[in-house]
């Protein structure tokens, strides 16, 4: 497949701080790799060989991270002064396309036949198709209707209970034509799902389609631990899911496990952690690299950040770890907690009910308990 992609990358994560205090959202770490390295992956699957990357907020984490290619897909760069909203920034990531183009967020998590999609494009010579996704609780976003043959009838945002009469959402990916570029007025901020798509609507020109696949909103701190969660368990395609093979595990050859420590999968240890005696890891737990688990510690449905270090009988359940973030031994992390980058939580703490420390931030032994 010869299109190019248009990747959005303009959110700032603010739902996720700490852990986005330092790191755009779409540059955190997923197991072993930044989150849009798995939009990247995707693309790639589905032969596309060019990739324009509009963002504003952070710009120079992307390109030097990824630098002007992922494997065989080209990557440009076009850098918003101001925020241009997903309508406009499309526009003006995509300016001197003059075929048919993909359009999608990039800080979501999400696998489709993306040939499929095309073909139904093109079959319905639509202007703009959107991808669609069924979700257990629509009414946090919003609905789209179909009619039979695929045309968007309406779009309905927040819908109250008595509204809801299909799950179907709008998955944030797109099939354009570059006549929809139109449509979007410059000079302002312009959301291509509120002002675009309804006009479109209304021409019969925007069309929807479901397909089997998986998607994921990667907004919130249980979201997060939810993606860690399902590329652990191969619940969609990804290079990492390779990498853990059958047995759901992987260790990397230059990480040190010590002969009594235990791994129960699914489980990731990275590139240079160390796993002392004693130490639990798993199940469902990405150990990031140069992370080091001391003896007797517990790690299960959790996060350790890169060179972050756990202390010996510390326990650390459900929650999530930043990079380089220290936490003392004894201490007890759990109930969807979440240490900032470079944060010290110090022994005998016990961090419970979503509480989140800072990036930075120290807080003193034996300070904090929730009963």
């Known amino acids: 497949m010869s299109l190019p992609a248009v990747i959005l990358v303009g959110g700032q994560g603010t739902r996720l701080r700490p852990l986005t205090e330092r790191t755009r959202k779409d540059m955190l770490p997923v197991v072993d790799r930044p989150q849009l390295a798995y939009t990247f992956e995707h693309l ?10 509009s963002c504003g907020y ?8 990824f630098g002007n290619a992922y494997g065989d897909l080209a990557l440009e760069y076009r850098v918003e002064d101001e ?24 800080d979501s998590l999400r696998e489709a036949d993306l040939d499929a999609l095309l073909a139904f494009h093109r079959e319905r010579r639509a202007l703009a198709t959107i991808l669609l996704t069924p979700v257990a609780d629509p009414s946090r976003y919003g609905l789209v209707r179909l009619e039979p043959d695929g045309r968007v009838a309406s779009f309905l945002e927040k819908p109250r209970p008595q509204e809801i009469d299909t799950n179907l959402i709008n998955a944030g990916l797109y099939v354009l034509e570059p006549q929809v570029l139109e449509l979007v007025p410059a ?30 909103d990667v907004g919130t701190p249980a979201s997060y631990l939810q993606a860690h969660r399902d590329v652990l368990e191969r619940a969609f395609r990804t290079d990492v899911g390779d990498l853990l093979g059958s047995d759901f595990t992987y260790v990397d050859p230059t990480a040190v496990v010590h002969p009594d420590a235990r791994l129960v999968p699914p489980v990731y240890v990275g590139p240079g952690a160390v796993l002392e005696g004693g130490v639990r890891a798993g199940s469902v737990a990405a ?24 202390g010996a009988d510390t326990h650390v359940e459900g929650s999530i770890l930043g990079e380089g973030a220290r936490v003392g031994d004894g201490a007890r992390i759990a109930g969807l907690a979440v240490v900032g980058p470079d944060a010290v939580v110090g022994a005998g703490n016990e961090l ?15 300070a904090l308990a929730f009963a």
């Not at 952070?58 to 991270?65: A, G, V, W």
């Open 83 to 106: 925020p241009l909203g997903t309508g406009g920034g499309i526009a003006f990531a995509a300016q001197g396309l003059e075929d048919t183009f993909f359009a999608l967020n990039g």
């Open 58 to 65: 952070l710009p120079t984490q992307i390109e030097e991270r």
């Open 187 to 216: 000079g302002r901020a312009v959301s291509i799902e509120r002002e675009v798509f309804p006009a479109l609507s209304e021409r019969g020109a925007v069309y929807g389609l479901a397909l089997p696949g998986y998607w994921l």
């Open 287 to 310: 150990i990031g690299a140069g992370a080091r688990l001391a003896p007797r510690a517990v790690v299960e449905s959790a996060v350790v950040g890169a060179r972050a270090q756990v």
């Open 352 to 366: 419970d009910h979503g509480v989140r420390v800072g990036a930075g931030q120290e807080i003193p032994d034996r």
């Open 44 to 53: 790639r699957r589905h032969g596309v060989r060019r990739g324009i990357v």
